[in-house]
Structure formats: structure tokens, C-alpha cells
């Protein structure tokens, strides 16, 4: 849990952290289907996997490069 003294980037740095390293866990796990001896799959399965993965990292890619600190004000 964050204290409350934690600035804005400590706690950005301290979940960004952790949560880049989970996702990097469930790629590492889901390369685990690659292995033809346990799984059949075709092709078309694996572009469809990463062309899901990959559309979400562009989603959230712009996230990051359209992220503005401004407020609207009347």
C-alpha cells in the first residue's frame, strides 16, 4: 500500500513496475502454448493472439502520448 507521503512518480514507478512485470509473467506463461508436443495449434491462432496483443499495447501506448495534465476550466 502506497503512504502518504509517496509522491505522484514514486507511486507511478512503484505500480508501473509491478504491474510491467506481471505482464511480462503472462507472456512468458502463454509462450508455454508454443509447444507443438502439448498443444495443437494453427497459424491463424497465434496471429489472432497477437494481433489482440498488439492492438491493446497501441491502445494503451496512445494513452501514455495523449496523456495532458491540463483541467477544464469555466
Known sequence: MAKS??????????????????????IRVL?????PQLYDYTQED?????QAIEKELRVVKVRFQNSTKSEFRL
Open 46 to 50: 497465434v496471429r489472432k493472439i497477437f
Open 31 to 35: 509462450g508455454h502454448c508454443a509447444n
Open 5 to 26: 507521503s509517496e509522491s505522484k512518480e514514486e507511486a507511478f514507478r512503484r505500480l508501473a513496475t509491478k504491474r510491467t512485470n506481471a505482464v511480462l509473467e503472462r
